[in-house]
């Protein structure tokens, strides 16, 4: 990493509070170059509270496009952090027209050219592409890295049409946390505790909300650009990683949108910015490659950024199994069009007799993290466990001095002949590289509840005793499968705690490998390829955040416990976002969590989630001293889900606010 303290302008910051139209005002940071000309700006637009959780990675960046010409904005959505209002659900209404009012106000400032570009890394590349299809006219240019265009089929909530139980679990558990907690009085003064009080009489935990909506209505498609690219008018970089759940919206984007405005970057990253070094690498010199995407659409220079492949990827060459990888080996290849062609799908048909697949609950404890953000224990373990309690089936790659690598790039797919005793049901397809000496390592994977098998806004039960054809696609990914090697197609009905089951599917199906097919995606070099080259990645000076040594022994990251007496099987997860840290304003912000995921052999009822958030923010030179509790569960019977959630906020040792929910919400899909 190259820290630069020199660039072609200096810089200065201040906070400002942006009014919006209601009366709300939104809490921003804005580093500008010094100088009298205007400028074009860039907008950072975030629930994650800029005077804390995201300033470290906030002065990475913010401050490097200042120093390079540009007025760069972090600001933080109504209801969080220092702004007002109250907190609403993920991506709502009055979020995007908020975010479209920054970036009119920002095009109106005297230092600013006129012209604005958004940015962001998840929920801020969700809704720098949810703004562009607003289409407010100073919106030039986005760069959205690891964010999605479909928020019910590639979102944290569902998956293949079945319930997400790790993240629509976790990831409403961490909105509870963070939504509790309170502004910071050295930035919006002595009223805090009144706002703190106001915004938690409005928090509401979002999993009521995910759980109401089991296929893909008009909740989901608010905010889907998927229904309507064409209504983005903005430039738009697509950035993802191989190792990111959302990686699939790139190659949508570049599918769809026009040429002339559109590029395409997949590397081999985990749900990071690709210049942060965090694994799986390696690191790119990401601000300089987005500094010359500005400088074409926000300042009108006429550089080669266009002139690149519209897809730039990543292929990985074939590693043995692990839970982190500093580096992995492989190159970059680019394709002028995509689809591309220089893919071509294959079909390697399935051989034998019609087999009974009925995996045990616990299947998938080996799937490693959801959201892989970069810890050792993120990625999945050597898969010859899971594979055991799947149907496989194998394609030898070849071997000799003339065999080939199978080389593949974009999204596998499956068509499945299946047979159902029992209306619902759930299959999972794991496609694996398996070395000589029979390590398994996970390329990709892809699911699909089998009552969505006629699309994901409608449930239609299977009939029962029939066979059915179903297709359906694997994520993306770039790999290439080395001679001596075979790729593994393994095949399952359980995959806890990703995918959560229904009462009956311990049943299983029976596939026909006759009637069933895996098509790989099957690329051959291309004159694209050559001279794709990145600088090494640069940022501005970091923050200078602390991070306190601790006494306790740190617990496992993932641990699993299997209580042999009960048949029950439990994994613990410690998610590992940031941990205690001191800022160098003196906030001390400490930060614990804990996940569980438990699941009873042979019983899908038997499926409970628990999470634990602790929170604490304490600013010893004001006296001032906050804490957030949360509890979030989750259960199921035949009938639906039952949901708990309790949120406990204490100044000092004064409980100044506890409130409990308790719902149970029918199960009609997913």
């Known amino acids: ?67 390079h010409g540009y007025a760069s904005l972090r600001v933080d959505v109504r209801g969080h952090g220092c702004s007002g209002g109250r907190p609403g659900d993920e991506y709502d209404a009055r979020e995007l027209a908020d975010g479209a009012l920054v970036v009119e106000w920002l095009a109106a400032q005297p230092w600013c050219t006129g012209a604005v570009g958004m940015f962001g890394i998840s929920w801020g590349g969700f809704n720098s592409l949810q703004i562009a299809a607003l289409a407010p006219a100073p919106l030039k240019a986005v760069v959205t890295v690891c964010s999605t265009d479909d928020r019910f089929d590639n979102d944290v909530h569902y998956m293949g049409g079945s319930v997400l139980a790790v993240d629509m679990h976790a990831w409403a558990a961490t909105m509870l946390a963070f939504a509790s907690r309170p502004p910071d009085p050295r930035f919006v003064g002595d009223g805090w505790r009144q706002q703190w009080l106001d915004r938690l009489e409005s928090v509401e935990p979002l999993v009521h909300t995910w759980l109401s909506h089991q296929t893909r209505d008009a909740y989901w498609r608010h905010g ?71 400088d074409h659409w926000l300042k009108g220079a006429d550089n080669d950024v266009m002139g690149e492949p519209l897809l730039r990827s990543w292929i ?72 055991a309690k799947s149907a496989c089936f194998e394609f030898p790659v070849g071997s000799g001095p003339d065999a080939e690598a199978v080389e593949i790039l974009g999204r596998p797919s499956v068509t499945l002949r299946l047979r159902l005793d029992v209306p619902y049901g759930q299959v999972v397809a794991r496609l694996c590289d398996v070395a000589p000496d029979g390590a398994s390592t996970l390329v990709t994977r892809g699911a699909l509840n089998l009552s969505a098998r006629q699309g994901r806004d409608r449930a239609v039960p299977w009939p029962v005793g029939s066979y059915e054809d179903v297709t359906f696609e694997l994520n993306g990914i770039g790999h290439s499968f080395p001679p001596g090697h075979r790729i593994r197609l393994a095949l399952s009905s359980a995959y806890w705690p990703w995918i959560w ?170």
């Open 1 to 67: 990493m190259i820290i630069r303290t020199e660039f072609p302008y200096e810089t200065t910051h201040e906070d400002v509070r942006i009014p919006l139209p209601d009366g709300v005002e939104l809490y921003a940071r804005i580093w500008r170059p010094v100088t009298d000309e205007p400028v074009p700006a860039l907008l950072e637009y975030l629930p994650y509270r800029l005077t804390d959780w995201t300033s470290p990675r906030d002065w990475q960046r913010h401050p490097w496009y200042a120093g």
């Open 224 to 294: 889907s650009v998927c229904e309507d690219y064409s209504a983005i008018r903005a430039a738009v970089l697509a950035v993802g990683g191989w190792h990111d759940p959302y990686r699939d919206t790139v190659l949508r984007l570049v599918s769809h949108l026009p040429s002339s405005r559109v590029r395409g970057l997949i590397g081999p990253w985990s749900h990071q910015y690709p210049d942060r070094g965090l694994p799986p690498g390696p690191a790119i010199g990401f601000l300089q490659e987005t500094l010359r995407w500005w």
């Open 316 to 387: 990985s060459e074939s590693h043995p199994p692990a839970t982190v990888y500093e580096e992995l080996p492989g190159r970059w290849v680019g394709d002028r069009s995509w689809p591309s062609a220089s893919v071509v799908p294959v079909p390697y048909g399935l051989q034998g007799a019609p087999v009974v697949v009925a995996s045990p609950q616990h299947t998938g404890l080996d799937a490693g993290r959801f959201f892989p953000f970069g810890n050792d224990a993120d990625l999945p373990p050597d898969q010859r466990e899971e594979d």
């Open 501 to 670: 089951p229904r009462a009956g599917s311990e049943a299983g199906w029976t596939l026909d490998p006759a009637g069933s097919v895996l098509t790989l995606p099957v690329r051959t070099a291309s004159a694209a390829d050559a001279g794709i080259v990145f600088e090494a990645p640069e940022q501005s000076e970091p923050l200078g955040v602390s991070y306190p040594a601790t006494l306790d022994e740190p617990r496992p990251e993932r641990l699993v416990v299997r209580d042999v007496a009960r048949g029950v099987w439990r994994l613990e997860v410690d998610p590992r976002y940031g941990g205690t840290r001191v800022y160098p304003d003196g906030l001390e912000y400490g930060e614990d969590a804990v996940e569980e995921y438990e699941i009873a052999d042979g019983d899908p009822l038997s499926a409970r989630t628990r999470s634990e958030w602790r929170i604490r923010l304490h600013r010893p030179e004001l006296g001032w001293d906050a804490r957030v509790e949360t509890r979030s569960e989750i259960s199921c019977d035949e009938g639906g889900f039952v949901t708990s959630n309790e949120v406990v906020c204490r100044e000092g040792d004064e409980v100044v606010f506890h409130r409990t929910w308790e719902r149970r919400l029918p199960r009609a899909a997913g």
